[in-house]
């Protein structure tokens, strides 16, 4: 217990040092009329956060042992804590790409906000591992003695296996799917009070996290097109989307960080299934 204690608290700093950073940051910053350049070390910090917890909270569930209730509630509070946090920031490639088709960025700028998630992606691993290595506490130790390996959650299931061949093309088809239903929920949402988005996205991304069932997520995609039955309906089909199967990532720059070191796939494989997959939901959304 004293292991998930100091997680817990490692948590809270992080955040706290994000933000403390992202505000020293702006007002560095703006007045010198490096508006842009705010932004972009913004972006940068918050996909730090962002990948930081994540890896964070994926060693409380494969290490921990924790129950996937309490893993459930940790899951909906750090993406609320993200909402409240990013100012602005995205810390995804597929909104950055999609903000980009419409215009709301131009390509530099957007070329430039995913150069910074890629760079946060890969800089959070190493953060981490190093303090793993400290071993402040009985995980961080214990998962340093393994040498911080981490197993693939790519996998399949006897109801997946009878639609989609192969857990490859299933956990692509579970991260297309999600990405798509995901984009879905922010433009359905984004004229809603700010307080309460937050909370409506983060309770789809925790639900999204440790669900499963790829045929009834496809199958709700497929029905839900009606524009007014999809925009109240749509984000609760997505509870049954396919988490167990692939971890529920749908966002290219967060795999790169928590799924591609993971043994029991080759890159190209992560590639086709984290990062193929998800710009292909997301643009499916875009372009329908």
Same mark, same amino acid.
């Given at each position: 217990? &004293?292991?998930?204690? $100091?997680?817990?608290?490692?948590?809270?700093?992080?955040?706290?040092?994000?933000?403390?950073? =992202?505000? #020293?940051? %702006?007002?560095?910053?703006? /007045?010198?009329?490096?508006?842009?350049?705010?932004?972009?070390?913004?972006?940068?910090?918050?996909?730090?956060?962002?990948?930081?917890?994540?890896?964070?909270?994926?060693?409380?569930?494969?290490?921990?042992?924790?129950?996937?209730?309490?893993?459930?509630?940790?899951?909906?509070?750090?993406?609320?804590?993200? !909402?409240?946090? @990013?100012? !602005?920031?995205?810390?995804?490639?597929? &909104?950055?790409?999609?903000?980009?088709?419409? !215009?709301?960025?131009?390509?530099?700028?957007?070329?430039?906000?995913?150069?910074?998630?890629?760079?946060?992606?890969?800089?959070? =691993?190493?953060?981490?591992?190093?303090?793993?290595?400290?071993?402040?506490?009985?995980?961080?130790?214990?998962?340093? *003695?393994?040498?911080?390996?981490?197993?693939?959650? #790519?996998?399949?299931?006897?109801?997946?296996?009878?639609?989609? /061949?192969?857990?490859?093309? %299933?956990?692509?088809?579970?991260?297309?799917?999600?990405? @798509?239903?995901?984009?879905?929920?922010?433009?359905?949402?984004? %004229?809603?009070? =700010?307080?309460?988005?937050?909370?409506?996205?983060?309770?789809?991304?925790?639900?999204?996290?440790?669900?499963? !069932?790829?045929?009834?997520? #496809?199958?709700?995609?497929?029905?839900?097109?009606? &524009?007014?039955?999809?925009?109240?309906?749509? /984000?609760?089909?997505?509870?049954?989307?396919?988490?167990?199967?692939?971890?529920? $990532?749908?966002?290219?720059?967060?795999?790169?960080?928590?799924?591609?070191?993971? &043994?029991?796939?080759? @890159?190209?494989?992560?590639?086709?299934?984290?990062?193929?997959? /998800? *710009?292909?939901?997301?643009?499916?959304?875009?372009? =329908?």
């Amino acid at each position: 217990m &004293s292991g998930v204690v $100091v997680s817990l608290c490692l948590l809270v700093v992080f955040v706290l040092l994000c933000e403390l950073s =992202r505000r #020293i940051l %702006t007002k560095l910053l703006a /007045p010198r009329g490096l508006c842009l350049s705010a932004v972009y070390a913004v972006e940068l910090v918050s996909t730090l956060q962002l990948c930081i917890c994540n890896l964070e909270l994926r060693l409380l569930g494969e290490v921990g042992r924790l129950q996937p209730q309490f893993c459930l509630s940790l899951t909906y509070l750090a993406s609320v804590v993200h !909402g409240l946090t @990013f100012h !602005g920031a995205q810390g995804n490639p597929c &909104s950055t790409l999609e903000y980009t088709y419409r !215009g709301r960025l131009t390509a530099r700028s957007g070329v430039l906000r995913m150069v910074c998630q890629f760079m946060a992606a890969s800089v959070a =691993r190493t953060m981490l591992q190093g303090l793993w290595a400290l071993g402040l506490s009985d995980l961080h130790l214990r998962h340093t *003695l393994q040498g911080f390996q981490c197993i693939s959650p #790519i996998h399949t299931d006897t109801h997946t296996s009878l639609v989609l /061949p192969g857990p490859l093309v %299933t956990a692509a088809a579970v991260e297309l799917a999600g990405a @798509f239903a995901m984009q879905t929920a922010f433009t359905h949402t984004h %004229t809603m009070d =700010r307080r309460y988005r937050v909370h409506a996205i983060a309770a789809l991304t925790a639900t999204l996290t440790y669900a499963g !069932g790829l045929p009834c997520l #496809i199958l709700c995609v497929l029905l839900l097109q009606v &524009s007014v039955i999809g925009a109240v309906f749509k /984000p609760l089909c997505v509870c049954v989307a396919g988490g167990k199967m692939t971890g529920a $990532v749908f966002n290219p720059a967060l795999a790169l960080s928590t799924q591609f070191s993971c &043994s029991g796939h080759s @890159f190209l494989d992560y590639c086709l299934v984290y990062w193929l997959a /998800p *710009l292909l939901g997301t643009h499916t959304h875009t372009y =329908r």
